[in-house]
């Protein structure tokens, strides 16, 4: 739900259930994910504040009102919860075919409902996290969640901080400046990763941080298998690709996230099983590519 724009002229022509039917024509709602999230992106525009965060009342009294005013059908309701667990889970091509197979009267109904599921979701997910004390899981979702659940997030440690006083705000400062480390520290390397820079990977093989280290080193794995292997073979040094493999088949304490909090500890768990090193690719990409430096 990134990527917010402004609402475009005559979007009141939508408050009505006959205006939003030809509103979602035109913008072609339905067809494709991409005009789907683009309607999405329009209606959370439409309930941003002055201020330009998301006005969560707003945004919930819309989401009942609108729920209400359309008679959904059961198997539309289904439908676009389906939708809401096809895209949380990656699956694009499921989520497409679900789309698709939308009765077009049915669209505006269906997006409502999809708005009211994931709304709903966000604010359980929150709640969840809140309930264990991971007071490290909220910051996540306050950084990485999506734009209802930042929102949701934001606004529960603000109030928290605020209701808290004396040793025991210090205390729970600490543990969300420490969340915010770890975040910092897991979005520079996805960031070099989703950015397909090899380079950037390498330069964060030298972060004093183990676990830093051991997530560049399974980026640079992993782009080497995926269609980048001249570039990484390019951007190591052999001295480069034995701490790649050393980072890979003996991680230590870094597998664990010694040097990190409970978010960057959940993190590593997660993408362990993923720690495939592909040190083989990379010594032969350089062989071709770069003989000289190899030897």
Not at 33 to 47: H, N, P, V
Not at 103 to 118: H, I
Not at 230 to 254: F, H, I, S
Request: glycine share 10%.
């Amino acid at each position: 739900l990134g990527g917010l724009r402004p609402r475009f002229a005559g979007d009141d022509e939508g408050d009505t259930e006959e205006g939003e039917a030809a509103q979602a024509q035109a913008l072609g709602l339905g067809p494709t994910l991409e005009s789907f999230f683009d309607w999405l992106d329009r209606e959370l525009a439409g309930c941003m504040d002055g201020g330009g965060e998301l006005d969560l009342d707003a945004l919930d009294q819309r989401i009942l009102a609108k729920v209400e005013e359309h008679d959904i059908p059961e198997e539309v309701v289904t439908r676009a919860q389906l939708l809401y667990a096809a895209i949380k889970g990656g699956d694009d091509r499921k989520a497409q075919r679900l789309l698709a197979a939308v009765d077009p009267e049915d669209l505006p109904g269906f997006g409502w409902e999809f708005l009211r599921f994931s709304a709903e979701t966000d604010q359980k997910e929150l709640d969840a996290a809140w309930g264990k004390g991971q007071v490290w899981e909220v910051v996540r979702m306050r950084e990485s969640g999506s734009i209802h659940q930042q929102s949701l997030a934001a606004r529960l440690l603000g109030e928290e901080r605020r209701r808290l006083e004396g040793p025991p705000r210090e205390a729970f400062d600490a543990q969300v400046a420490e969340a915010e480390a770890d975040m910092a520290d897991v979005n520079s390397v996805m960031r070099c990763f989703e950015d397909k820079a090899p380079r950037d990977l390498v330069t964060l093989l030298t972060s004093p941080k183990a676990s830093v280290r051991l997530l560049a080193a399974q980026g640079i794995s992993t782009l080497s298998i995926w269609g980048m292997g001249e570039d990484v073979a390019k951007a190591l040094t052999p001295k480069q690709v034995r701490q790649v493999v050393g980072e890979l088949l003996e991680p230590g304490d870094a597998a664990a996230g010694s040097d990190g909090g409970p978010l960057m500890r959940t993190f590593l768990r997660d993408v362990a099983g993923r720690r495939t090193p592909a040190f083989v690719g990379i010594i032969g990409l350089m062989a071709k590519h770069r003989p000289q430096r190899l030897r």
